[in-house]
């Protein structure tokens, strides 16, 4: 393995966790992830995508090993980290403005906003199209809305790292295709080290830079692997209608070994 | 609430408090006895219990209620919280309020006087006894139901203690306090009723049982229609706490 590299985003250096003492989830585990970019993440189930975010985020405790961000040791309570999860993550008593307003409130730990963070508020509202919608509850919103909300919560801190799981999986196709489109025009105004983890292969294409490949092994480790995205000097149009697409996501699919 | 809806509901329950006095002036025909009145007689007859102090005994009755579910509010949600939040204090005090739950409390009535007296603190006891261990439970209930993701989407972001139980832990137990205050005020006021035939000259429930006893059926009647009253106003005021305090629960 390499040394700490000056650039590197994020590094993780032998990580180790199980759930019991046969059973070992990640074993002498090492990535990096060397560039402030969107890492998608697939791969078989239980093979601890969730998981390994988790880790990141200080939800699971690691029995061994050392995250490094920065090159400095990483210590979750100490940083911004935006998650956005499947099911929204959204408090039912919160119109949107005043949840947007709330995340910042306790991410600047200050008990008023100033007049910037407002306008910043009010710009990612328009931006995620939730702005007419801003004195709504949430059970008043859509599920792309909420969704929205989620993605707009979490970029209005300017984290230092996202955490997504399986976000938009929830979504019917097209109003998933709409926020996914969002979710980079955001991401591109807002870039921030954003690890996604999805179970739908084509949107590991469309959305990563890189893609981490998760699968089970016999010992029921499971090994990770990072790939360069092929198609990821293309829009997201672009990639739709590349005509190595197709032939990517069956590759991709072929590795993770489910199209057997 | 907004005006139409509360006009509405308004009506609603005037149409039906006349059809209930229809019934009665029906059955007081039938019966025609001097113990079953009919509700115009009555109705007309109120005015004049304001002279044998009415309004006095309306408050020490109010005075009882408010105090009995203020009392059982704090401490009930207090305990619920403790029990909520802590694996531990919950196993401890699990099986004291399983136990306790089925006994029905107006049985301890005489141990509650002999052991303070006869006087108010007795009878807001009483109303403590039965509605705090139903916003323990509620409250407790209301805690472990949260979604660990809604506390860890805050904590992600460095939330304190103080802030997740101020945007995750107290709204999200606020529902069901409220409704637990509203299905027990129906007990709340049969408690207060029987406790005050017991050492004391004032309250609504010494009122309707002092006219029944001196035979003055009208004035009797009169009582239990004010204290049906009193009954409907708090329901009204618990309904429109909830409409206020919980408008995220409306779909529009």
Partial sequence: MSILNNTEELSIKDLSLGFSPGLRLFDHLNLSFPKQAIYTIIGTSGAGKTTFLNCLAGIQEMEQGTIYYRQKIFDPGQHKIGIVPQEYGLLPWHTVERAMCIHLRISQK???LSFLNRQK?????????LYEKRKAYPNQLSGGQKQRLSLAKAFVIDPEMLLMDEPFSALDAFTREKVQRLFLKTWSD?????LFVTHDIEEALLLGDHILLFTAQENFSSSIEMIENPLRNFSFTDKKLHPDFWKEVKNLRRRIGSDE | MNKS??????????????FISLLWYLAAGIVDKKILPDPVAVYLYLPSLFQRQLALHIVYSLFRVFSGMIISLISGFLIGLIMGSSVRWDKILDPILYLTYPIPKLALLPIVMLLFGLGESSKIIMIVLIVMP???MATRDAIRDIPARQYEVLRAIGATRIQLFKYVTFPASLYNVISTLRISLGTTLSVLFFTENYGTEFGMGYFIMDSWLRMDYRAMYGGIIVLSLIGVALFFLIDFAESYGMRWRKRV
């Fill in chain 1, 110 to 112: 200050e008990p008023r």
């Fill in chain 1, 121 to 129: 508020v009010k710009l990612l509202l328009e931006e995620l199209q």
């Fill in chain 1, 190 to 194: 807002h870039p921030v080290l954003s």
């Fill in chain 2, 5 to 18: 809806i509360f006009l509405r509901k308004v009506t609603a329950l005037v149409l039906a408090m006349v």
């Fill in chain 2, 134 to 136: 139903q916003v323990v």
